[in-house]
């Protein structure tokens, strides 16, 4: 099992970023996936989460309305469009699955909203 996140980086308030998480190495389309992100010194926070098909979607209340989860079962990928940034949205942001009764956890790639 890989996952590789990419899309991070630095970006102004109020602007956006697309992050990809590459999935392989399990049938991808079989199991929800889900967006964490951590900043220093804390725990790791559910960002969101997504279904096998997509049809069923769920947002942490800091990111309603800003936050898009999406996913590619074609392409093996899930996404998060990030809309209007804000500084506490600084974090790295890790894509992440349950299989069978194992965590998986990419490398995490990293965001940062600052002026």
């Known amino acids: 099992v890989q996952l590789v996140e990419s899309g991070g980086g630095l970006v102004q308030p109020g602007g956006s970023l697309r992050l990809s998480c590459a999935a392989s190495?399990?049938?991808?389309?079989?199991?929800?996936m889900r967006w964490h992100r951590q900043v220093p010194g804390k725990e790791r926070e559910l960002v969101a989460y997504i279904s096998t098909n997509g049809g069923s979607t769920t947002y942490a209340d800091s990111v309603k309305g800003r936050f898009t989860i999406s996913r590619d079962n074609v392409n093996n990928t899930v996404f998060l469009q990030m809309n209007n940034l804000k500084p506490e949205d600084t974090a790295v942001y890790y894509c992440h699955a349950w299989i069978g009764t194992s965590a998986y956890w990419g490398q995490g790639t990293q965001v940062t909203v600052a002026s």
């Open positions: 190495g399990f049938t991808f389309s079989s199991y929800n």
